[in-house]
């Protein structure tokens, strides 16, 4: 199914959906987060966060994959809550910018909008900190774009699988993880 495409519809409920499964597990998060600072709200946060967007997808029906990221990016912008929420917004703001003007997208379109999303997060941070959230949308970026892979359903388990590697060596890449015995709680969350 190398024709396969997600246009506005299936963007915005993969945006809500997204929404529903980070609500469920936010608390999970929230025991996770030791850094920047350990006050255990990250996962909360993400999910305000994404929940604004997907209170704004669920009053219109998306005609275009573009019209979809563009309001899930304005969204996130507006209700970005604390360090997560923000660079969880930078990176659908770079998602957005990729998939601007597109009907629908295709693998290669999916690969552009993480490679632009991730661009556009490092650059937004300060002081960008290898082993949070970053390097978990960076690591699954650059596994996407090495992969080849034309189905967007294939490409998007090799972004979950490498997510989840990345996520797993967090702690070996922040001493205060590793100190603490956890991953990264956005990490975790994106």
């Known amino acids: 199914m190398a024709d396969q495409k997600i246009n506005g519809a299936l963007y ?8 529903l499964a980070i609500a469920e597990k936010k608390e999970q998060a929230n025991e996770l987060n030791v850094f920047p600072v350990p006050d255990g709200d990250t996962g909360t946060n993400m999910s ?3 929940q604004t967007a997907a209170a704004e997808l669920k009053k219109c029906e998306p005609a275009t994959v573009g ?12 209700g970005a809550r604390g360090n997560s929420g923000v660079i969880t917004s930078l990176l659908f703001r770079g998602f957005s ?3 601007e003007g597109k009907k629908e997208a295709d ?3 999916i690969v552009a909008a993480l490679q632009k999303g991730v661009e556009g997060a490092y650059k937004a941070v300060m002081k960008p900190t290898e082993g949070t959230i970053l390097t978990v949308a960076r690591v699954a970026s650059e596994e996407a774009a090495a992969c080849g892979k034309e189905d967007v359903a294939e490409l998007w388990d090799v972004v979950m699988t490498a997510g989840q590697k990345a996520l797993e060596d967090t702690p070996n890449l922040l001493p205060v993880l590793k100190k603490a015995g956890v991953v990264d709680a956005g990490g975790q969350g994106i």
């Open 67 to 78: 019209e979809a990221a563009k309001i899930t990016a304005s969204a996130l912008l507006r």
């Open 107 to 109: 693998a290669s379109d």
């Open 12 to 19: 915005r409920s993969m945006v809500i959906e997204g929404a």
């Open 48 to 50: 305000l966060t994404i």
């Open 97 to 99: 910018k990729a998939l």
